[in-house]
């Protein structure tokens, strides 16, 4: 088993070191979905906090359009996403259950049926929102 790591470090904390780590450093946008599609299995690692709780999974639907499988965080909306595989989730901080999750998923390569909107589905539900927050302020 590899640990492949990508995207920007935060001062003071390099990644780990070993000959089945491999840190990419910054992917360029186009690069990001082929890395997905190498990879066996995806983790989402979110910490319990107000941030964690609310963020928008953003990462998790582009791993499910790339069809890789995700063992990821039992928070916020993490755990709405993967209601259907909880096998899959793991709480903040538990090794083992991490482990237990990224083993199952090597072996079930379990995907979720979650509908993905695309960008133009997403800006249009939100220009609805929009457009009747308008007309109430206009009073039409």
């Known amino acids: 088993m590899h640990l492949v790591l990508a995207g ?46 609310y ?7 582009e791993m499910l359009v790339c069809k890789l499988p995700v063992v990821a965080t039992a928070i916020g909306q993490m755990r709405e996403l993967y209601a259907s595989t909880p096998q899959a989730l793991f709480d903040p901080g538990d090794v ?16 979720p049926s979650v509908p993905v909107a695309d960008w133009r589905e997403l800006i249009g539900s939100v220009e609805l929102v929009l457009q009747r927050q308008v007309r109430l302020a206009r009073g039409t």
């Open 8 to 53: 920007p470090l935060e001062k003071g904390f390099p990644p780990p070191q070993g000959e089945r780590v491999h840190y990419l450093g910054h992917l360029a946008h186009g690069q990001v979905a082929n890395l997905f599609r190498a990879l066996d299995v995806g983790i989402i690692s979110i910490l319990d906090t107000p941030f964690g709780r």
């Open 55 to 61: 963020c928008f999974p953003q990462k998790a639907y």
């Open 96 to 111: 083992i259950a991490l482990t237990r999750a990224v083993l199952w998923q090597l072996q079930a390569g379990e995907i």
